[in-house]
């Protein structure tokens, strides 16, 4: 059993949608973060939230971190072929020292 | 920049076999992690170091260990390959809380 649910899975979406990505746990998190990872390499850090409810913004991506902590959810629109790649949501555990990753999110972006 | 290099991107071994795989920061970062990432199950924690000479199990540490002599190089050794051993093996590096990967060394174990 994964300690942060990530849903869907998998996302295929045509050019210009808008999509959201969700990360659940039943566990308090200190902080989120996401990540995106590109075939071939490694996750590259998109960003970090760490107050409940808060919400930041990276160009057309919003993310949101849960009241309770305890959830995340990434929004992207109007998606592009180059948003394509597996998004990953982390986090550290209130009383935790090692990072928790979800499954990740596969999108692809079709043009 | 920020630069965490693997010793190699793609490897295959023989059931048996004792691999190394070396993980090189140019970030004087404390900690470095080894990982390995199986579809549908994400990034599972294998070891962690805080310091030169220390080592922490994570989460899947059996058949597995590490060695870091250096700050800068962290070693995943598997002592005797097997097949439940073929993933893609991340390492990364940290300062705070914000990790940074290397692009991965993708094993196969025949």
């Known amino acids: 059993t994964q300690l942060l649910e990530q849903s869907p899975q998998f996302l295929s979406i045509q050019e210009g949608e808008n999509l959201t990505v969700y990360c659940n746990s039943s566990s308090v998190f200190s902080s989120l973060q996401w990540y995106r990872q590109e075939p071939g390499e490694g996750p590259v850090l998109l960003v970090t939230v760490v107050t409940g409810g808060e919400v930041k913004k990276l160009k057309r991506l919003t993310f949101q971190f849960g009241d309770a902590r305890k959830d995340s959810s990434l929004h992207i629109t109007a998606a592009q072929p180059g948003d394509t790649g597996l998004y990953l949501c982390a986090g550290y555990m209130e009383y935790g020292n090692k990072l928790v990753f979800g499954a990740g999110t596969i999108l692809r972006v079709k043009s | 920049d920020v630069k965490v290099t693997q010793s190699s991107r793609y490897l295959v071994k023989r059931t048996g076999e004792k691999v190394f795989l070396e993980c090189v920061q140019d970030m004087d970062h404390e900690n470095m992690f080894w990982y390995r990432q199986d579809p549908g199950l994400g990034l599972r924690l294998i070891y962690f170091?805080?310091?030169?000479?220390?080592?922490e199990k994570g989460d899947i540490p059996e058949g597995y260990s590490v060695s870091r002599e250096k700050k800068e190089r962290f070693s995943l050794i598997l002592e005797s390959a097997s097949t439940n051993q073929t993933s893609m093996y991340l390492c990364?590096?940290?300062?705070?809380?914000?990790?940074?990967f290397g692009p991965g060394t993708r094993l196969l174990v025949l």
């Open positions: 990364a590096s940290s300062l705070y809380e914000t990790q940074y």
């Open positions: 170091s805080y310091d030169v000479k220390m080592k």
